[in-house]
């Protein structure tokens, strides 16, 4: 027997679950409660779990004002693996990590953590902050390529934007539109928070990316299907075009890259290959390994929960 042989126990890669051909997909998100936070889940889903290197979307919409804790409070935490690209629709968020950086991210500006071989960072809304909290966080992918490699981190106060008719988008990483984000891609892969009018616009896309669309407020129809806010609208490969119909004014954030290498194993704040790399990541966490530095932070840390496949004596608790 040869050739690769597929079972239950090992799901597509990237490159096996793209659709090579248009397709208009819809995956509703998931909800979380963070406090009084409702968090709405794009990306992984069961069907989906990547598109291009994007393998992570959380819409948090403003939340029931807390005045002792507002907006976003998360202490602490680890990363490996993967880049973090923090985008405020409203309010502001103050970031610290393990290389020093402290970083208040605003509307317009983009915080991009990259975690290599490990990194940890803190996210939390100042309590000076009146404005409610409105933000998304998005995940991309490390390739085999750079996830070994050195952690780092971005601001980019100054994006590019591309003007249509009755639309403005906002480049975020990579390339679209003929614009060109500063950001570090370590894949081809792009993201841009798109503002529509009312009406029709067409965007170009690249044949060769998968593409998808979040609408985070308004509603659209594409291919004849209408979709409103946080769902995964996946439109595969082999576009050089998209026409987005707005039914009102509309945001929308649209993701393409071309399939991913592999199939990330994810798990907690954790993207690897392997259960191996996930109990080494765990245990250095855990343990408060050098691999993780300290955080400039008044919160918590967070503590990783256990990886469900470990056995009892392998865990560990935070000293
Ligand atoms: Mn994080």
């Not at 490159?15 to 051909?21: D, F, G, M, N, S």
């Not at 935490?77 to 020093?100: K, N, R, Y």
């Not at 439109?235 to 071309?258: Q, Y």
């Given at each position: 027997m040869s050739g690769p042989v597929r079972t239950t126990d090992t799901p597509p890669d990237?490159?096996?679950?793209?659709?090579?051909?248009?397709?208009?997909?819809l995956t509703p998100s998931k909800t979380a409660q963070l406090g009084t936070q409702t968090i709405h889940r794009s990306l992984p889903t069961r069907l989906r779990r990547t598109v291009g290197a994007w393998c992570f979307l959380d819409h948090a919409p403003p939340g029931e004002p807390?005045?002792?804790?507002?907006?976003?409070?998360?202490?602490?935490?680890?990363?490996?693996?993967?880049?973090?690209?923090?985008?405020?629709?409203?309010?502001?968020?103050?970031?610290?990590?393990?290389?020093?950086?402290?970083?208040t991210i605003r509307p317009g500006e983009l915080n991009l953590m990259t975690a290599g071989n490990g990194i940890a960072h803190a996210e939390q809304t100042p309590t000076s902050s009146s404005d409610d909290v409105h933000l998304?966080?998005?995940?991309?992918?490390?390739?085999?390529?750079?996830?070994?490699?050195?952690?780092?981190f971005e601001h980019h106060g100054e994006l590019p934007l591309v003007e249509f008719e009755r639309a403005r988008?906002?480049?975020?990483?990579?390339?679209?539109?003929?614009?060109?984000?500063?950001?570090?891609?370590?894949?081809?892969?792009?993201?841009?928070?798109?503002?529509?009018?009312?009406?029709?616009?067409?965007?170009?896309?690249?044949?060769?990316?998968?593409?998808?669309?979040?609408?985070?407020?308004?509603?659209?129809?594409?291919?004849?299907?209408?979709?409103?806010?946080?769902?995964?609208?996946?439109?595969?490969?082999?576009?050089?075009?998209?026409?987005?119909?707005?039914?009102?004014?509309?945001?929308?954030?649209?993701?393409?890259?071309?399939?991913?290498?592999?199939?990330?194993?994810?798990?907690?704040?954790?993207?690897a290959r392997t259960h191996d790399e996930i109990d080494a990541a765990y245990r250095d966490w855990q343990t408060g390994s050098d691999r993780f530095g300290p955080v400039s932070s008044t919160l918590d840390i967070v503590p990783a929960p256990t990886p469900p496949w470990m056995q009892q004596g392998e865990t560990f608790r935070r000293p």
């Open positions: 990237g490159r096996e679950a793209a659709v090579a051909l248009p397709v208009v997909e807390v005045p002792s804790a507002p907006g976003v409070q998360v202490g602490p935490h680890p990363h490996i693996g993967l880049q973090t690209v923090t985008w405020v629709l409203s309010g502001e968020v103050v970031h610290t990590d393990s290389l020093g950086s402290e970083q998304i966080q998005l995940w991309v992918a490390q390739p085999d390529r750079t996830r070994d490699g050195q952690p780092a988008a906002t480049v975020l990483v990579g390339r679209f539109a003929g614009a060109s984000s500063a950001a570090r891609v370590d894949t081809d892969h792009f993201g841009a928070d798109l503002v529509l009018d009312r009406g029709t616009t067409v965007v170009p896309l690249q044949r060769d990316h998968e593409h998808a669309v979040v609408v985070v407020s308004g509603s659209i129809t594409v291919d004849g299907t209408t979709v409103g806010p946080d769902v995964l609208t996946y439109l595969g490969l082999g576009r050089d075009e998209l026409a987005i119909e707005a039914h009102e004014d509309t945001r929308l954030f649209l993701l393409g890259g071309v399939p991913f290498e592999t199939r990330p194993l994810m798990w907690w704040n954790f993207v």
